[in-house]
């Protein structure tokens, strides 16, 4: 597994470019309590940035868009009961070389109990023909500690709730089609390479942290 991990890593790195460029190049969060939109990634980066890498490595991102399992933590064949409080939404840039840039959206429901909830409406498109699939994901709780590092309130805000069931595309109840399938080969690639990076960057912010 871990030589398969590598391959991997090494295949995408040696790609160029053009392999990082298959996925989201920008994801911008809006919701309660933010002055202003949390841009994901610095205007002008070379790289996806530890921000961008985190959220889209946390959030199952990968699993609402592509398809397939996750198990990092856990898809879900359904929305939750109850309350899941105030929602954000996380809109990403996806951009691929030859074709026009798109955007999708994610729903994120950072203060649900006992962990964070997100859920990527299906059948929306980008790089042209390729929808969306579609997914109700439970995050790790470590997503939440990421989203308020960022700048989301440690707290939801008071009587700040998520819009009724029926009245929100991020809220139907019912089954999310593609759960069951095995995730694509580059995908999980492009995974590594993103998980890769937020981690070297991280160390790198550590180390300058140290000697200072």
Do not use: C
Not at 8 to 35: N, R, Y
Not at 38 to 43: A, G, H, N, S, V
Not at 73 to 102: C, D, K, Q
Not at 138 to 144: E, P, T, Y
């Amino acid at each position: 597994m871990a030589s398969g991990v590598a391959v991997a890593v090494v295949v995408v790195i040696l790609a160029g470019p053009s392999a990082f460029a298959k996925g989201p190049s920008q994801g911008v969060i809006t919701g309660p309590g933010l002055a202003r939109p949390i841009t994901l990634r610095e205007p002008g980066s070379t790289t996806i940035g530890p921000d961008l890498a985190n959220v889209v490595m946390q959030s199952g991102f990968f699993v609402g868009t592509f398809g397939g399992t996750l198990h990092l933590h856990g898809n879900l064949a359904h929305r939750p009961a109850g309350s899941l409080g105030p929602r954000f939404i996380i809109t990403y840039t996806m951009t691929v070389e030859g074709r026009p840039s798109s955007d999708i959206v994610q729903y994120v429901f950072p203060y649900a109990e006992p962990h964070p909830i997100t859920y990527m409406p299906p059948n929306q498109a980008y790089w042209g023909s390729n929808k969306t699939v579609g997914a109700w994901y439970a995050a790790h709780i470590g997503f939440r500690r990421t989203l308020v590092a960022l700048g989301l309130p440690a707290t939801p805000l008071s009587g700040a709730q998520s819009p009724a069931v029926g009245s929100d595309p991020g809220s139907p109840l019912g089954t999310v089609p593609g759960g069951s399938l095995a995730m694509p080969l580059w995908i999980a690639a492009a995974l590594v390479v993103v998980m890769l990076a937020a981690f070297l960057t991280k160390r790198r912010h550590t180390r300058r942290s140290v000697h200072a």
